[in-house]
């Protein structure tokens, strides 16, 4: 018995981080919305020793590692899990919350589906916090849409509001890498993010519109010194010819309602609709 599942791409516009002792309640508060593309996940039992492949590279993946010896055991008979991700790790599209889900499904699936969907999310949740490379993707991957979490936490245990938006394309461009672990440490920045991401919270919480998500979250990268300078100009590019857009939390990434002509000057432009289904098992 094979498995396959797939998890959408998620893009936070602004975030609060809420830290607790126990990962299950640990997260963070914020918004974000879902892609339609995203990562799959397919296991291949024809190997004799457990590896991943992400892209079709050999590749170390703690966080789904985690959630393989979690559901599956550690004497969990190998295999090759192999990763497609239609987005770049490390930009701001939370792959490795995709990937975490997409392995826990796929897993699942390989055992007949004997392990719940609540199960799976919360020990991707906690994957993500224990290895700081995530605090709220996994809640709006699971649910898919635009998502706002009002309470930390995995799904099921954090709270969390679907904002009904239509299914709008969005474009974006990808200008660097940043680790959010790295951010995550940094006290004084931190300190700064969770104080404006609170209060773009309480804000969108009266005015759920995706247009003023937007709007937030342009003010939440500025306010908190996130946003670098050519991912600025990228903003302002797109401003200037009339659009929407802001900096992906947390990569060196510009995404835009609309087709985002404006961003070809600064490189490749991707290109997606808003993504309404969330992680799911795929016919294998």
Known sequence: MTG????????????????????????????????????????????????????????????????????????????????????????????????????????????????????????????????RTGMGDVAGQCAGGMVMRTAPGAPGVGVMQHIPVPPDEVSWVCLGEISTASILAEEDTMQCVNEMGGRALEALKKRPELEYFMSL??????????????????VEAVEAQGGMASMAMLGDTVFALGEGEALLEFGDVGH???????AHCLES
């Open 4 to 131: 396959s599942a797939f998890a959408p791409a998620h893009i936070t516009g602004f975030f609060a981080v809420m830290p607790d002792s126990e990962p299950l309640r640990s997260g963070s508060i914020g918004c974000g919305l879902c892609l339609e593309v995203g990562v799959r996940a397919e296991i291949d039992t024809n190997s004799s020793v457990f590896a991943i492949t992400l892209n079709g590279e050999h590749t170390d993946f703690p966080t789904v590692e985690h959630v393989l010896t979690e559901l599956l055991g550690a004497d969990r008979p190998p295999f090759t899990l192999n990763l497609t991700s239609d987005v770049r790790p490390g930009f701001g599209f939370g792959v490795s919350g995709a990937a975490a889900l997409a392995a826990g499904f796929a897993g699942a699936q390989m055992y007949d589906g004997d392990i719940s969907k609540r199960e799976i999310a919360a020990v991707a949740h906690c994957a993500e916090v224990v290895n």
């Open 217 to 234: 979250s342009r003010k939440f990268a500025v306010e908190t010194g996130l946003i670098s300078s050519r991912a600025l100009d990228a």
């Open 272 to 278: 997606s609709r808003i993504g309404f289904v969330g």
